[in-house]
């Protein structure tokens, strides 16, 4: 994946914008910001001063960093390996035992797309990362900047923190950047209308270009490499309870609104029989 900005981009080190680089906005501590409307203020600013970019976000209550010190923004299939290859077989293993159970359910329940999905592996991979069936090479961004705060404040974490991701122009549902490495999926427009998750959280996702659907091919690429960190632009940092303490106008979304209820999103009945299935892991 190449690292956003071979120029310098724009971003909030500190109370005013600048020009800086990658590296040093991951490397910072986020800087803080009192409420919604004072993050949606600094986020537009970053969107007028980086117009070669959609910006998308992301939600955390940790800042995870990497042996330099950087954020890091890994797929869930490629965290935490103790070594070179460790781990990698039993879970690439796993997701393929998903994809299979999935097609077989998802066929089942008579959704349409069926053919779609059994022919781009990374529809597999979308449905099965946004209903965190099991990891996959994939991240969870959102186009919604009050969704992503939603997401960061859901464990009450005493510290939140909200990442800004640059990302290539996009265009249709699946677009995909040889230039970037890096290819986006817009699961409201792969993901069937019975799965009302993706679409009330204005998801995408985030993966590698080409896919690597092997533990071999990440053998291939060092570890900074496959990084989503790469594509970062601004960190902030917020305390949950004060944010939207003053930020009336804006109020959290619930967490029983992110995340519709069997009766109401068909596609997480189907998403809980398959984790039943599943070996443990």
Known sequence: METIGSQKIWSFLSADPEATSNTAVRKSHGLHVSNYLDLAQRVST???????????????????ANQQGNTTLKAAIY???????????????????????????????????????????????????????CATPLLDVTHSLRIAAS?????????????????????????ASAEAGLQVVRLASVCPPEAMRPHIQEGYLLGEYPDMDRPEQKNLYRSYE???????????SFEPDAFWKNSRAFPPIPTEALYPSASNDPMNRIAQEIITALPRS
Not at 46 to 64: A, I, K
């Open 46 to 64: 970053l969107q007028y001063l980086n117009r070669d970019f959609v910006l998308m976000f992301r939600g955390q209550d940790q800042d995870f």
């Open 79 to 133: 965290r935490g390996a103790r070594g070179p290859g460790d781990e990698y077989p039993d879970r690439f293993n796993r997701l393929k035992r998903a994809e299979d159970l999935l097609e077989f359910q998802y066929g089942e329940a008579g959704f349409r797309g069926l053919t779609r999905l059994r022919r781009q592996r990374i529809l597999r991979w979308a449905i099965l990362q946004h209903y965190e069936i």
């Open 151 to 175: 997401f960061a404040s859901a464990t009450k974490s005493r510290t939140a923190f909200l990442y800004v991701l640059g990302l290539p122009n996009l265009s249709g549902a699946i677009t």
């Open 226 to 236: 496959i990084d989503f960190g790469l594509r970062l632009i601004a960190k902030f």
